[in-house]
């Protein structure tokens, strides 16, 4: 079997799908690797390094799709909307591609994929399995953007982060608040702790409370419903619900140095959690870092990819995060990606070195978004306004010309 890797061609992109460590561990198992030329530069990883592992490194964009037999992608469709379209004309009917697609976001552009007759499978949708923790690229890059987040807000603050004793007095710790303990929210509050700051947190799903309190931090509670949904996520709620949560939530903000959100909804622009009111009341000089401003933010203030400041109050509102971290966020992709491949081999010794997507297997259904033509994936085709049917019932020339209606009910912003 041939994996192909190709550069990233979204505008600020720095992460490889697959790393060179990575590629001689698919060797051991029998895959050829074939890489465009240059494809992880950006991420310190040298054509040179990918050859020593035993990869082909090839000049062309062309070459790798048209010898390749699965292709491995940091962004394809909905998470690279603008370059997608020159890679559909290069895929071929049957080829496996895998990557980050951001479906429920760009739904109509998983229906473009689906025209190729490829068989595409999108890596957020991972079931919040035990069995699916390790192909989990939510998580890991979660765990890339909560970290960055505080150091980003511990560069902006006009304070330290620590408690300080000096001969010229003692210096108070920041106050740090992370409203969302999810994966980005909890590494948020690990970061923020290590470096010496008071840290708080909320989520509307209480039972993460133990969570927040190993790391050192304080779980502010509140008395309202609780938001805990299926398979690990935080439900969406309605408007009444975020209207109340900010009224006890203005308190605590104004009492923080640093707040960092984490809330994202998928297909969904991102739930208002801190009005302009609130950050009115913080102090001079502290600041906000949004991790939701790539869907719209969780501060009304928020622009994404621009440095707002407003009442005093800095407000960060970066977008792809881990691809500031390049070289750690490629390695944890990629081993993502490689237990994802691996998980793709039949079980069948006599084919253990062969795909099998006939296999019952629940991470694969679960991922699986484009099928022999059609979207079979029930919450995108529910996001095309399709009946969520388990499999490519309907022509996707009909769902083509069929309005975008509903979203899933999944918050994977406390995740994210």
Known sequence: MKVGVVRET????????????????????????????????????????????????VATREEVFEAADILAQVRMAGANPEGCEADFALLREGQIVVGAAEPLDRPDLIERLARTKANAFGLELIPRTTRAQAMDILSSMATVAGYRAVLWAAERLPRFFPMFMTAAGTVAPAKVFIMGAGVAGLQAVATAKRLGAVVSAYDIRPAVKEEVQSLGGKFIEMELESGAGEGGYAKAMDE?????????????????????????????KAPILVTEEMVAG???????????????????????????????????????????????????YSKNMFNFLVNMLSKDRERKNE????????????????????????????????????GPATETAKMAETPATQTPEKVQGVQN
């Open 240 to 268: 009444e619900f975020y209207r109340r949560q900010r009224e006890l939530m203005t308190k605590v903000v104004a009492g923080s140095d640093v707040v960092i959100t984490t809330a994202a909804v998928p297909g969904k």
């Open 355 to 390: 795909f099998d997507l006939e296999q019952e297997d629940d991470i694969l259904a679960g991922t699986w978004m484009t099928k022999a033509g059609a979207v079979v994936h029930p919450d995108i085709r529910r996001a095309l306004g399709v009946e969520a049917t388990s």
């Open 282 to 332: 913080m102090g001079a000089g502290s600041v906000i870092v949004d991790l939701a401003a790539e869907h719209g933010g969780n501060c009304a203030l928020t622009k994404a990819d621009e440095t707002v400041v407003a009442h005093g109050v800095t407000i960060l509102g970066p977008t792809n995060v881990p691809a500031t971290l390049s070289v750690h966020a490629s390695q944890m």
């Open 10 to 57: 979204f505008p600020g992109e720095t992460r490889v799908a697959l790393v060179p460590d990575i590629v001689a561990e698919l060797a051991k198992r029998d895959f050829d690797v074939v890489i465009e030329a240059e494809a992880g530069g950006q991420a310190g990883y040298a054509d040179e390094a990918y050859a020593a592992k035993g990869a082909r490194v």
